[in-house]
Nanobody
Framework: QVQLMESGGGLVQPGESLRLSCTATRSIFSFDAMGWYRQAPGQERELVATITSDGTTHYADSVKGRFTISRDIAKNAFYLQMNSLKPEDTAVYYC???????????????WGQGTQVTVSS
């Protein structure tokens, strides 16, 4: 099973930026999609951004225009550039990968352990 690891979280003030990284133990070329999710205390885990194997990206409305997801196949890594951070962005951020494993369309999913992002003045 593929293993994922996030890094780059921390404490920043509103309006500042952070860049999160997700590295994989296997080539990300084999993934059908990778993405970022986040979960705040007492809240459900929510989708932040995704990127598919052809490079198509999708963003939650709450982060559109501020966050950018990208990939580097040679480094087996995906990134989340977060600009103009707001206090409501505070959460644990998780890296996610998906791979279709059979003809019925079943998908294997892997998760990182999470990295804390705190935005506070």
């Amino acid at each position: 099973q593929v293993q994922l690891m996030e890094s780059g979280g921390g404490l920043v003030q509103p309006g500042e930026s952070l860049r999160l990284s997700c590295t994989a133990t296997r080539s990300i070329f084999s993934f059908d999609a990778m993405g970022w999710y986040r979960q705040a205390p007492g809240q459900e885990r929510e989708l932040v951004a995704t990127i598919t194997s052809d490079g198509t990206t999708h963003y939650a409305d709450s982060v559109k225009g501020r966050f950018t997801i990208s990939r580097d196949i040679a480094k087996n890594a995906f990134y989340l550039q977060m600009n103009s951070l707001k206090p409501e962005d505070t959460a644990v951020y998780y890296c996610n990968s998906r791979k279709v494993v059979n003809v019925e369309g079943a998908t294997a999913v892997s998760w990182g352990q999470g990295t804390q992002v705190t935005v506070s003045s």
